[in-house]
């Protein structure tokens, strides 16, 4: 398998884990507060609230080192696909404002291939980090409209 279509089928993984996540969010009360129409300016934990939630449920199929609400920062450990298991990827998420903006949220990859049974480091490309940040603006844009619709 190439690096290339290494790189596709981590996306595709990623695309899937989030769309799951994001359907394992439905349901639940009825009864939601309704949402104030001028919040995309959450501070009730330091950083915009549609774009953390994101954030945490598009990272979810990767164990957590580190989610600090008010600082912004969500750290995966190393997480390998069972049917990719030569390969394992890390990810930190940071959300910078408190405005949901595109430019509010970054995501910083790293990737390691196994070669004779030591991790190596290998080159992310920048549209699978592009594609992450676009599902997490993607999903907090659909939570904002969710909120609001109520």
Do not use: H
């Amino acid at each position: 398998m190439t690096a290339t279509s290494r790189y596709f089928r981590l996306t595709r993984v990623l695309i899937v884990t989030a769309a799951l996540g994001a359907l394992a969010a439905c349901g639940g009360n009825k009864e939601r507060p309704k949402a104030d129409l001028a919040a995309s300016q959450v501070t009730t934990i330091g950083v915009n609230a549609y774009l953390w939630r994101a954030a945490l449920e598009t990272v979810s199929f990767a164990p957590l080192l580190q989610s600090d609400s008010n600082g912004g920062v969500i750290v995966t450990d190393w997480y390998a696909n069972p049917k990719n298991p030569g390969e394992r990827v890390k990810l930190t998420v940071s959300i910078l404002d408190q405005d949901l903006r595109a430019d509010a949220v970054r995501v910083a990859a790293s990737r390691q291939v196994s070669q004779g049974g030591q991790w190596v480091d290998a080159p992310v490309q920048a549209a699978t980090v592009q594609r992450l940040e676009d599902i997490i603006l993607t999903k907090a844009r659909e939570l904002r409209r969710q909120a609001i619709a109520g």
